[in-house]
Structure formats: C-alpha cells, structure tokens
C-alpha cells in the first residue's frame, strides 16, 4: 500500500470517499460536503489535510486530520477526523499502516498527541484502536454547537 498526501485534483474521489464513508455510518444525509467546499478548505484554505491510501494507484481509502493545540501540554497535536478503508480492502492491516503514518507525522512535526473519536457502536472499530494501544477517553462528554444553534450563539457576541 502506498500513502500520499491529497492534491487538488483529489477533491472529487475525496468527496466519494467521504460519502462512503456517511453512508457506512447511516449519515449520509447529513453530507453538505461538495466539491467546491472541499476544495476552498482543503486547498486554498488549506485548513486540514488528507491522505490517500493506495494499491496499484487505485484508491482503497483516506484520512482527513488537521492540527489542534494542547493548552496542557503547550504544543499542538493531530486530530483525525476520519479514516476510511472500503470494505473490500479492510482487514488486510491497510488502516494500521495509515494509523502508523499518522502517528509518525505526528511524532515528525513535534505534535504532542493523535487523538479521534469514535462512534460507540462502532464496536469494530473500537476493538481495532484498543489493539493499538489507543487509549478511550470515557470520562469526557463531547459536546457540538452547529447550524442555527452555532448561529444563535453567535449572535450574543453582538448585544
């Protein structure tokens, strides 16, 4: 298996990709992702980054991460926000070897972490991080403000 980073010319197998991906996790109605989008934050924007994971220059999956900061630990870190292998490519060890990148870009750019999350019945995927080492972080609560509630919020900032 090959690992390279993403090009612009990526954006419309990345977007496959990730709808893959939402429609394993019974999300994909909620995919607003296009093209276009990807394209702006991806590459212009530049604020996150993607790996392609390939055999014989066909696409089996990807990883999309961007960097986030730890105030206790007072460096950066890596947090993946999803890895995709396709089905028919999963274990083969092809997500290890993207895992093992991670963590090694990780460990090149001096970041202090690599951290994701995981949906709970996910139950296969949980098995796979524990193997790994991965540490489950069970006593914090994730909490999410978007669409009009993130509006709405925002909007206090301006009374």
């Known amino acids: 298996m090959d690992i390279r980073f993403a090009v612009e010319r990526d954006v419309p197998i990345i977007l ?10 019974n999300l994909l109605a909620e995919v607003e992702a296009t093209e276009e989008i990807l394209k702006e934050n ?38 993946l926000e999803d890895l995709y292998i396709r089905p ?18 990780a460990v090149d750019r001096d970041y202090g972490r690599l951290e994701w999350w995981c949906l709970d019945n996910n139950t296969s ?5 524990n193997s ?16 009009q509630g993130l509006k709405d919020i925002a909007k206090l900032g301006e009374e």
């Open 16 to 25: 496959e990709l990730i709808q893959e991906l939402a429609d394993y996790e």
């Open 42 to 79: 991806l590459f212009i924007e530049q604020k996150a980054e993607v790996i392609i994971a390939e055999i014989d220059h066909k696409v089996i999956g990807f990883a999309l991460f961007f960097s986030n900061f730890s105030t206790f630990l007072g460096k950066p870190g890596m947090y």
């Open 88 to 105: 028919q490519y999963r274990n083969y060890g092809y997500g290890k070897q993207i895992i093992s990148y991670l963590a090694w870009l």
């Open 125 to 129: 995927s949980i098995g796979f991080y």
């Open 132 to 147: 790994l080492g991965a540490v489950s972080m069970d006593e914090w609560t994730v909490f999410r403000l978007s669409g």
